[in-house]
């Protein structure tokens, strides 16, 4: 029994699940929760994101540090990421993962402090360069959460795809 791989496996669905539960408490919890009460949401999302990013981050770095072991145990060569079905699905998996990674800096480290930044003091109403920071950032967390279901998909793919 690969003791080793067992744990490097959990950890990388754990990390997983909690990157993707997050967002998808962010995006379908959260923001809809607070709409209906007049709190703007891009504001309740900014002060879960703030939380939420230490988790983000720490669950990618295991993702990457896991994905690279994972990796290293079934393919035999980086060209099969090219020349096999299993590589190709991979490929296309890790090229969502680095997407979603770029979105969540762009999120975190760009527009969240743009929007701490300029956000007004209650109850002035926000400029419409705020207000485009707040829509930038929320149809990009929706993008993050779209690519993070298509990775799901790709992974249940590779769970049948041959790796030869």
């Known amino acids: 029994m690969d003791i080793l791989g067992i744990v490097m496996r959990w950890l990388h669905l754990t990390a997983a699940f909690t990157w993707l539960g997050g967002l998808i408490f962010m995006n379908v919890v959260l923001t809809p929760a607070v709409a209906p009460r007049g709190i703007p949401p891009q504001f309740i999302?900014?002060?879960g994101m703030k939380r939420f990013s230490r988790f983000a981050w720490g669950s990618i770095a295991v993702l990457v540090i896991t994905g690279i072991y994972n990796t290293s145990t079934v393919l035999s060569s980086l060209a099969n990421l090219i020349t096999t079905t299993y590589g190709i699905v991979l490929l296309i998996k890790i090229i969502a993962v680095a997407l979603m990674i770029g979105i969540t800096a762009e999120n975190n480290l760009i527009l969240a402090p743009k929007l701490m930044a300029g956000a007004p003091k209650p109850p002035n109403p926000p400029d419409k360069k705020i207000t485009g920071i707040q829509k930038t950032l929320v149809k990009l967390s929706y993008v993050n959460l779209i690519l993070g279901f298509t990775?799901?998909?790709?992974?249940a793919i590779l769970r049948v795809a041959p790796n030869f």
């Open 151 to 155: 990775v799901l998909l790709l992974v």
């Open 45 to 47: 999302r900014l002060m």
